[in-house]
T-cell receptor, first 116, second 107 residues
């Protein structure tokens, strides 16, 4: 398996533009997680899905952020409109399970977003 | 959420020395995991220890867990320059992470 795939790897955009980050989880994994990492705040869980259904989106910073998982092999994280403070590395991760039988999370390489 | 907090924030050692980093958490757990992140990369799982285990080994890694103190430690023995990375712990189902321990191993 190719692992978790994220695209693009780097994104530079201007304030106010819409940004869409993409993730393809490992085939067969039921859980998908979106994280944001900055020096100031560390690694923050934004949202996670189980079987394509959003389970916990309490980490989504505000309404400008939205995430979808239309099928088991694809998820998007959208920021509209983007702001300079959204600049960060965004990671997608997937796992076979979570909860009482927590499974290992497999992380993608991340998307480095810069909002000018 | 059950967030793991790593300590120290940064650690600098020489090759061949042992590195110990700690993790504290707040509530009861089922297991605790340690991850490593090389600069510019995603996190990579290292080892998982269950709440009924006290110690676990994997190669040069040794993890301990003290549920009474709500703490865990990760020991890397005979460190190498390639061990230079940030190390994170995570607990519970949603695997929230702390800010990590940045380990620098000098040749």
């Amino acid at each position: 398996d190719a692992g978790v795939i994220q695209s693009p790897r780097h994104e530079v955009t201007e304030m106010g533009q819409e940004v869409t980050l993409r993730c393809k989880p490992i085939s067969g994994h039921d859980y998908l997680f979106w994280y944001r990492q900055t020096m100031m705040r560390g690694l923050e869980l934004l949202i996670y899905f189980n079987n394509n259904v959003p389970i916990d989106d309490s980490g989504m910073p505000e309404d400008r952020f939205s995430a979808k998982m239309p099928n088991a092999s694809f998820s998007t994280l959208k920021i509209q409109p983007s702001e300079p403070r959204d600049s960060a590395v965004y990671f997608c991760a997937s796992s076979l399970g979570a909860g009482k039988s927590t499974d290992t999370q497999y992380f993608g390489p991340g998307t480095r977003l810069t909002v000018l | 959420s059950q967030q793991g907090e790593e300590d120290p924030q940064a650690l600098s050692i020489q090759e061949g020395e042992n590195a110990t980093m700690n993790c504290s958490y707040k509530t009861s757990i089922n297991n605790l995991q340690w991850y490593r992140q090389n600069s510019g990369r995603g996190l990579v799982h290292l080892i998982l220890i269950r709440s009924n285990e006290r110690e676990k080994h994997s190669g040069r890694l040794r993890v301990t867990l003290d549920t009474s103190k709500k703490s865990s430690s990760l020991l890397i023995t005979a460190s190498r320059a390639a061990d230079t990375a940030s190390y994170f712990c995570a607990t519970d189902s949603t695997l929230t992470f702390g800010k990590g321990t940045m380990l620098l191993v000098s040749p």
